[in-house]
């Protein structure tokens, strides 16, 4: 196992053998990287490597890696990149070399190098969580952008500029009121940032017009804009206090990030002052986010004692004045960087991290706490997330919609603003309540309850149609009921997919005041033996009885008019007798069962349902032997065929009532 060598170590190690080659130059460099002037160190150092010979193989691999460590921080990846494989190609000494490069080769989507680098680097630190899960998220990240989850995410072109905009925040009661931060300005001579090469970033808003469309963003020209950095608003429940980061550049010491308040009064935003979380002006505190009931502030901080990196804490706040510090713990915060917290509800925070298993850079995660305190975190997956930055995320209240700020695809490293939005799935049934007639029935009751809580009652409209809305995933019973009619029952589940989808289920009722035709009920040519084609009829009477526990039907047969009256009277009986025999068997009560042989003593009546299927029968027409005897051959032969039947009518309504 080779020595893992620390930073600090080289460091050392180099002021050691190339005092003699430093220049005032590679120095102004280091002090600009060291005061987190990023931007101008990384231009510093390009023009030392240019000038250094390849001949110095040691110095130009220092200077390459210090070059890679700026560009990443200012979100220039790909000539990170680059510095990185100059890095390594001059042995560079220091392993983290192979951590950093599989970052930003993950950050630029090239997963398979990045999963490369990280075994590397685990060969040095075999228990490095960020190589672990970067591993891990390299191998998800192609998984995830191939299955996508239902959201739909916008470039938010209208909002968006040249320069960059990030950290987007809702403000109003409905949400109609979008602050961010950009880098945007209409001063051309206004001085660029040594730390991001950028314009110091300044607020901005966007409002709605009274049609709901949101119109162009406007620098906000009140004293909370000042000449330095400010970024990530968060506002308190009542939307008069407006939390914020806010970075001042001094012309020497590092650059600290704080946390800074605004009051709002006549519309307009106030001078920012400091929150005074801790005392000290060293300890970075910055992306504040206000709970939702306005007794916590959750933030981040670079304090002593966290995971590593950055990681989000909160204090509870109390009037001008914070509780102590509470790291949200290991479940939240790792040894990366946690950052841009957003506070849901009470058990949902949103933040990004390039810690946790991820696309590439940060990715926008959701933790949830449980009943017993215990967070449990979970990607939010492409598209909301890429191998880009994603982070800093808003939502319009409950619903599944919002914006974020991310720079993906742009080649400058530039954050812009996105739009996300989780369609609705529709699921539902619908469907028309009919009697056997194909009639349909105006005011029948259709019930559904379901597993989920649903104990749903509607009425058919005029042309007998019902709907109702029911949710993925559940097991549900219905049932069809109308006055004069037994009652009929279904069963759905519906599917766990993630779609739109429409059950179509239509009821026909069976009338109590009339006989009802069996359909499909066959026996054997002049015989009382059922069929086998018989039994799914069959078995549905079963299921009608026994949803109608309370009724008792005689079991009719008819014969044509063929052979004689007490043949066809016979045959008729033991035909009725074998279907009442088959749902006895079925576990219907012989008593609420009687079995009739009608043979040809009553002719069907004619329907409207049996008239549109005949062109040659009338609603009201009799089939006796006299009408069909009329016929052609042909239609004899269908209306014999229509005689031939079996029917139910209902006897009682109040078995086992009394």
Same mark, same amino acid.
């Given at each position: 196992?080779?020595?893992?060598?620390?930073?600090?170590?080289?460091?050392?190690?180099?002021?050691?053998?190339?005092?003699?080659?430093?220049?005032?130059?590679?120095?102004?460099?280091?002090?600009?990287?060291?005061?987190?002037?990023?931007?101008?160190?990384?231009?510093?150092?390009?023009?030392?490597?240019?000038?250094?010979?390849?001949?110095?193989?040691?110095?130009?691999?220092?200077?390459?890696?210090?070059?890679?460590?700026?560009?990443?921080?200012?979100?220039?990846?790909?000539?990170?990149?680059?510095?990185?494989?100059?890095?390594?190609?001059?042995?560079?000494?220091?392993?983290?070399?192979?951590?950093?490069?599989?970052?930003?080769?993950?950050?630029?989507?090239?997963?398979?190098?990045?999963?490369?680098?990280?075994?590397?680097?685990?060969?040095?630190?075999?228990?490095?969580?960020?190589?672990?899960?970067?591993?891990?998220?390299?191998?998800?990240?192609?998984?995830?952008?191939?299955?996508?989850?239902?959201?739909?995410?916008?470039?938010?072109?209208?909002?968006?500029?040249?320069?960059?905009?990030?950290?987007?925040?809702?403000?109003?009661? *409905?949400?109609?009121?979008?602050?961010?931060? #950009? $880098? !945007? =300005?209409?001063? +051309?001579?206004? %001085?660029? @940032?040594?730390?991001?090469?950028?314009?110091?970033?300044?607020?901005?808003?966007?409002?709605?017009?009274?049609?709901?469309?949101?119109?162009?963003?406007?620098?906000?020209?009140?004293?909370?804009?000042?000449?330095?950095?400010?970024?990530?608003?968060?506002?308190?429940?009542?939307?008069?206090?407006?939390?914020?980061?806010?970075?001042?550049?001094?012309?020497?010491? *590092?650059?600290?990030?704080?946390?800074?308040? #605004? $009051? !709002? =009064?006549?519309? +307009?935003?106030? %001078?920012? @002052?400091?929150?005074?979380?801790?005392?000290?002006?060293?300890?970075?505190?910055?992306?504040?986010?206000?709970?939702?009931?306005?007794?916590?502030?959750?933030?981040?901080?670079?304090?002593?004692?966290?995971?590593?990196?950055?990681?989000?804490?909160?204090?509870?706040?109390?009037?001008?004045?914070?509780?102590?510090?509470?790291?949200?713990?290991?479940?939240?915060?790792?040894?990366?960087?946690?950052?841009?917290?957003?506070? !849901?509800?009470?058990?949902?925070?949103?933040?990004? @991290?390039?810690?946790?298993?991820?696309?590439?850079?940060?990715?926008?995660?959701?933790?949830?706490?449980?009943?017993?305190?215990?967070?449990?975190?979970?990607?939010?997956?492409?598209?909301?997330?890429?191998?880009?930055?994603?982070?800093?995320?808003?939502?319009?209240?409950?619903?599944?919609?919002?914006?974020?700020?991310?720079?993906?695809?742009?080649?400058?490293?530039?954050?812009?603003?996105?739009?996300?939005?989780?369609?609705?799935?529709?699921?539902?049934?619908?469907?028309?309540?009919?009697?056997?007639?194909?009639?349909?029935?105006?005011?029948?009751?259709?019930?559904?309850?379901?597993?989920?809580?649903?104990?749903?009652?509607?009425?058919?409209?005029?042309?007998?149609?019902?709907?109702?809305?029911?949710?993925?995933?559940?097991?549900?019973?219905?049932?069809?009921?109308?006055?004069?009619?037994?009652?009929?029952?279904?069963?759905?589940?519906?599917?766990?997919?993630?779609?739109?989808?429409?059950?179509?289920?239509?009821?026909?009722?069976?009338?109590?005041?009339?006989?009802?035709?069996?359909?499909?009920?066959?026996?054997?040519?002049?015989?009382?033996?059922?069929?086998?084609?018989?039994?799914?009829?069959?078995?549905?009477?079963?299921?009608?009885?026994?949803?109608?526990?309370?009724?008792?039907?005689?079991?009719?047969?008819?014969?044509?008019?063929?052979?004689?009256?007490?043949?066809?009277?016979?045959?008729?009986?033991?035909?009725?007798?074998?279907?009442?025999?088959?749902?006895?068997?079925?576990?219907?009560?012989?008593?609420?069962?009687?079995?009739?042989?009608?043979?040809?003593?009553?002719?069907?009546?004619?329907?409207?349902?049996?008239?549109?299927?005949?062109?040659?029968?009338?609603?009201?027409?009799?089939?006796?032997?006299?009408?069909?005897?009329?016929?052609?051959?042909?239609?004899?032969?269908?209306?014999?065929?229509?005689?031939?039947?079996?029917?139910?009518?209902?006897?009682?309504?109040?078995?086992?009532?009394?």
């Amino acid at each position: 196992m080779k020595r893992f060598l620390s930073y600090t170590f080289i460091i050392y190690v180099f002021l050691a053998s190339f005092v003699s080659c430093r220049s005032a130059k590679l120095s102004d460099a280091e002090e600009k990287q060291r005061i987190g002037e990023y931007y101008e160190a990384a231009a510093i150092y390009r023009r030392v490597y240019t000038k250094t010979s390849p001949k110095k193989r040691d110095l130009r691999g220092y200077v390459a890696f210090r070059m890679a460590e700026c560009n990443r921080m200012i979100n220039s990846t790909a000539k990170a990149v680059s510095g990185y494989m100059n890095a390594l190609r001059y042995d560079y000494p220091d392993s983290i070399l192979y951590l950093r490069l599989g970052q930003m080769q993950q950050k630029n989507g090239r997963y398979a190098d990045a999963i490369k680098h990280y075994d590397a680097y685990l060969q040095y630190d075999p228990t490095s969580v960020l190589a672990f899960n970067g591993v891990e998220g390299s191998q998800k990240a192609l998984e995830w952008k191939a299955n996508p989850t239902r959201y739909v995410v916008k470039r938010m072109d209208k909002f968006n500029s040249r320069r960059g905009e990030f950290s987007p925040m809702l403000l109003g009661p *409905d949400y109609d009121q979008l602050y961010f931060a #950009s $880098s !945007r =300005s209409k001063d +051309k001579d206004q %001085k660029v @940032s040594a730390i991001t090469g950028q314009n110091n970033n300044n607020f901005y808003v966007i409002k709605k017009d009274e049609q709901g469309n949101w119109l162009q963003p406007e620098e906000l020209e009140d004293e909370v804009n000042t000449e330095f950095d400010e970024g990530t608003p968060s506002f308190t429940p009542d939307g008069n206090t407006m939390y914020y980061t806010y970075c001042t550049q001094a012309p020497e010491g *590092d650059r600290t990030a704080e946390i800074y308040m #605004s $009051s !709002r =009064s006549s519309a +307009k935003w106030g %001078k920012g @002052s400091k929150v005074e979380i801790l005392k000290d002006s060293v300890t970075a505190l910055a992306h504040p986010s206000v709970s939702l009931d306005g007794r916590w502030l959750y933030f981040v901080s670079d304090a002593v004692g966290g995971q590593g990196g950055k990681d989000i804490f909160r204090a509870r706040i109390n009037g001008n004045d914070f509780g102590p510090m509470e790291n949200l713990g290991p479940e939240i915060n790792t040894e990366g960087d946690e950052m841009f917290p957003y506070v !849901r509800d009470s058990v949902t925070l949103y933040f990004a @991290s390039n810690g946790h298993p991820g696309m590439g850079g940060l990715d926008i995660f959701r933790a949830t706490l449980d009943s017993t305190e215990h967070w449990h975190v979970e990607n939010m997956r492409s598209p909301i997330n890429s191998n880009g930055d994603d982070f800093g995320i808003t939502f319009e209240g409950v619903h599944e919609r919002g914006f974020f700020s991310s720079n993906r695809n742009d080649a400058r490293g530039y954050d812009h603003l996105y739009s996300f939005e989780l369609p609705i799935i529709t699921v539902k049934i619908e469907g028309i309540v009919f009697d056997v007639d194909e009639v349909p029935i105006e005011g029948a009751t259709v019930r559904i309850v379901g597993r989920d809580g649903l104990n749903a009652k509607v009425l058919t409209m005029k042309n007998g149609e019902y709907e109702v809305e029911l949710e993925r995933d559940i097991r549900y019973v219905m049932m069809a009921s109308a006055r004069g009619f037994l009652n009929q029952n279904f069963e759905l589940k519906t599917g766990a997919e993630e779609k739109n989808e429409t059950y179509i289920v239509d009821f026909y009722l069976s009338p109590i005041t009339k006989p009802v035709v069996i359909e499909n009920i066959f026996y054997d040519f002049d015989k009382a033996t059922l069929r086998p084609e018989s039994k799914a009829a069959l078995d549905e009477m079963i299921k009608m009885l026994n949803d109608n526990p309370n009724v008792t039907i005689e079991l009719g047969a008819h014969t044509d008019r063929k052979g004689t009256d007490k043949y066809n009277e016979g045959l008729a009986q033991r035909r009725a007798q074998s279907v009442v025999d088959y749902l006895i068997a079925g576990g219907i009560a012989p008593d609420r069962l009687e079995a009739k042989g009608y043979g040809e003593s009553v002719p069907k009546v004619i329907n409207k349902k049996m008239a549109r299927e005949h062109d040659f029968l009338h609603e009201g027409d009799t089939l006796s032997a006299p009408f069909i005897e009329k016929l052609t051959p042909e239609q004899q032969e269908i209306a014999d065929q229509i005689n031939r039947r079996t029917e139910f009518k209902v006897l009682r309504t109040n078995y086992n009532l009394f």
